[in-house]
């Protein structure tokens, strides 16, 4: 009890300093979060929307292609389908660079993975850039293929980043980055794809050009900032390098605390060691915490947002605007999402987690509830589909108030050190099979139950709030290794006695190189 007590004081009196006037994100630290975010998640956000203004001009493109091969037009099944694997084949890189992302982790850290995986988005926009130049629309459904696994691979290695390199009292803010960037690529891709712009027959290659611009950014910066220091110290056994790692990104020179608070996470866990896939889905210490983020990560694509865009267009035209005014309506979307986004992350460390994921898919459902009523009664109310619309922006706003950003630092909270690759590789395949799964079912969905199709995301929304409610506990502020002991009840886990964390604490001291050793076992602990 003695030691919970110090331990509780501990982290009152860091959260004080860190609160009273102390520097809370440095240069270093928002440099980081920020480029990473704009190499990583806004090439994801943003290449979920440029598809859309140059849809016509790229089946256009196919059918001239198919022309000067072939000496005939192309069937319109054979454009239809080329069109489909275009979009689709996105998903397919996105779950092979979520696979591959725990392997390439190991072998280069979160930083070096991060800088890897701007290769990926260089290639793709090359390839995507000069396919209508090089008469192969080949190349455009592999360049789409390549960046998928460059998303694939950033939505596992940025939140890693992030949640590793962060003072547990910001470490959501900071998380929150991911969140913001991908709405701010998404508006980015529908005000670049408006006519006046590059939405135009002959710019529409550019919008793809346009890819390489953030993984230059990124690669031109993020080699001058350090590498996770939790990743230093725990993979590497680099004490020397974690410590600066610290200093850096804290702005203060005393990070004997935060050293502490990593070795401890080491110690709870014994011999630190880098888990595989099937030892994490076998583990009965990390069962719940493995349930709630495929749970959390399977609703962050089944919820229904993705399919709130098949209907987008169609309400707009019902409540009378044209066509031509389509496009610059459709930015209120992005808008409202990136709003949203930067709303969660200034209030996500005073509310917390749980309250926002909660908050957000309860809005959600009932938002998804009033549109069907609305689009049901919208032939016969002359001003109903304004209404219907106002709800569109409204679902846009409950999922980026919470359930957009937050499952993928969850998935970083909810683990300590030695599982957090093979967890982030299990969120990333839920993550990408439950997308594509939408994008396989809505359409069957929507001609089998017409205008009540929304309800079946009601019923996600609900049952993830519930579930939410009643397993996850608040992981505000708290260390790693809090959150993995908060859930010890659940998993029918006992939490370490006074002994055992004593005997823990004295088997380590520090070698002559300054890294922690072992001393009662021939296995370094690190």
């Avoid at 331990?7 to 270093?28: I, R, S």
């Amino acid at each position: 009890m003695g030691k919970q007590n110090d331990d509780q004081a501990d982290h009152k009196m860091g959260n004080f300093e860190e609160n009273a006037g102390k520097q809370t994100v440095t240069g270093c630290l928002f440099s980081a979060a920020f480029f990473g975010a704009l190499g990583s998640s806004f090439l994801y956000g943003y290449n979920l929307s440029v598809v859309n203004a140059p849809a016509v001009y790229i089946k256009a493109f196919y059918n001239k292609t198919w022309m000067e091969r072939y000496g005939e037009p192309i069937p319109a099944e054979r454009v239809t389908l080329f069109w489909s694997i275009t979009v689709s084949i996105f998903s397919i890189g996105g779950l092979i660079g979520a696979l591959a992302v725990s392997f390439i982790i190991k072998a280069l850290g979160r930083k070096g993975t991060l800088l890897l995986n701007n290769g990926f988005a260089i290639i793709a926009a090359l390839l995507l850039s000069l396919g209508e130049k090089s008469r192969s629309f080949e190349m455009l459904i592999i360049g789409r293929l390549i960046m998928g696994v460059d998303s694939g691979i950033a939505l596992s290695a940025l939140p890693m980043y992030l949640g590793e390199i962060s003072p547990r009292h910001i470490r959501g803010s900071i998380g929150q980055f991911n969140s913001i960037l991908i709405c701010l690529g998404v508006f980015t891709g529908q005000v670049l794809g408006l006519p006046q712009l590059l939405g135009q027959e002959s710019r529409w290659n550019f919008l793809f050009s346009f890819l390489a611009l953030p993984a230059v950014l990124q690669l031109c910066v993020l080699p001058f900032l350090p590498e996770s220091p939790r990743y230093l110290l725990l993979e590497k056994r680099d004490e020397a390098g974690a410590e600066k790692a610290f200093q850096r990104f804290l702005g203060k020179k005393d990070v004997s605390q935060e050293l502490e608070e990593v070795h401890a996470e080491a110690r709870a866990q014994d011999n630190l060691h880098i888990v595989s896939v099937l030892q994490l889905l076998k583990n009965p210490a990390v069962r719940w915490q493995l349930i709630t983020v495929i749970i959390t990560m399977a609703c962050y694509q089944l919820c229904g947002l993705n399919a709130i865009w098949y209907y987008t267009n169609g309400i707009l035209r019902a409540a009378g605007f044209a066509d031509n005014l389509l496009p610059y309506i459709t930015l209120s979307t992005g808008a409202i999402e990136t709003l949203a986004a930067i709303v969660s992350g200034l209030v996500i460390e005073r509310i917390g987690r749980k309250p926002l994921l909660i908050f957000g898919f309860s809005s959600m459902a009932v938002f998804f509830s009033l549109l069907t009523v609305f689009l049901n009664f919208q032939d016969s109310v002359s001003w109903m589909p304004y209404l219907s619309y106002i709800c569109i922006l409204a679902v846009i706003a409950s999922f980026c108030s919470g359930p957009g950003g937050i499952p993928f630092i969850l998935t970083g909270e909810l683990f300590e050190q030695s599982y957090r690759p093979a967890a982030f590789m299990i969120a990333g395949t839920v993550n990408w099979l439950s997308n594509f799964t939408v994008g396989l079912l809505f359409p069957f969905i929507q001609d089998l139950l017409q205008d009540f199709a929304f309800l079946v995301f009601v019923g996600v929304c609900t049952l993830g709030s519930i579930y939410l409610y009643v397993v996850l506990p608040e992981t505000k502020n708290k260390t790693f290794m809090d959150i993995s002991q908060s859930f010890a009840k659940i998993n029918k886990m006992p939490n370490p006695s006074l002994g055992q964390e004593m005997e823990l604490i004295l088997s380590i001291k520090p070698d002559s190189n300054g890294k922690a050793q072992d001393v009662t076992k021939t296995e370094s602990s690190f």
